[in-house]
């Protein structure tokens, strides 16, 4: 069964202080690994899909990596607007149902 | 209207009451899916349609009902519910066959269940 554990499960960030969010999978054979941003009360925004190795996605101030094990997300020089909850979700080979972990909730003070 | 649309956004019911959640998504897509979200906890996946057919069934009590009558418009109706299944109710669609393309969500449906 695919697995995904993000961390922290909360990140206080003030403004400007770059930090980066952990995913990491156990899947059997990764088709895609992708990224939401999740607003409360909102359903999650696509972000990125990443679907090899040593990839890499830039949105904005959002930069998404890739390993065999794990993905990160970077948030650069955050801004208030970019308090959220950021989901991570893998997609496997064998069965093409998305995996979600339970996120991370970022705040960043201005 | 774009994208993915749900309808209400809101919802309370009693125990024994019955009620539809509507979703509809403007993408053009064939794939839709209904999902279901606790607080703290991860995205669970209820029914997936493929071309207005069910695909999926994800071990969902038969108090949930969905209907898929074509590829833009999926029901989830709801009677005799549980103060546990109260959460946030969210649709998504894809593009060809489920699980090919990107998920796209819908807003949600907040339900509460007295």
């Known amino acids: 069964e695919d697995q995904v554990t993000q961390s922290p499960e909360a990140l206080r960030l003030q403004e400007g202080e770059s930090s980066s969010l952990n995913c990491s999978y156990t899947v059997s054979g990764l088709r895609g690994l992708f990224w939401y941003r999740q607003d409360p009360g909102k359903g999650p925004e696509f972000l990125f899909t990443l679907y090899s190795a040593g990839e890499e996605k830039e949105k904005e101030r959002l930069k998404a990596t890739l390993t065999k094990k794990e993905s990160f997300l970077h948030i650069t020089a955050p801004k208030p607007e970019d308090s959220a909850t950021y989901l991570c979700?893998?997609?496997?080979?064998?069965?093409?149902?998305?995996?979600f972990g339970a996120g991370t909730t970022v705040t960043v003070r201005a | 209207e774009t994208g993915v649309t749900q309808t209400p956004r809101h919802l309370v019911m009693g125990m024994t009451n019955k009620k539809s959640l509507k979703c509809e998504q403007h993408?053009?897509?064939?794939?839709m899916y209904w999902y279901k979200q606790s607080a703290k906890k991860p995205l669970e996946l209820m029914f997936v349609y493929n071309f207005k057919e069910q695909t999926e069934n994800n071990s969902v009590p038969s108090r949930f009902s969905p209907e898929c009558p074509n590829s833009s418009h999926l029901f989830l109706h709801l009677h005799t519910l549980q103060p546990e299944d109260s959460a946030l109710y969210l649709c998504?669609?894809?593009?060809?066959?489920?699980?090919?393309?990107?998920?796209?969500f819908g807003p949600g449906t907040r339900l509460t269940v007295l």
């Open positions: 998504a669609s894809s593009q060809g066959l489920a699980g090919e393309g990107t998920q796209y």
């Open positions: 979700a893998v997609q496997g080979q064998v069965d093409y149902k998305l995996s």
């Open positions: 993408l053009g897509h064939n794939a």
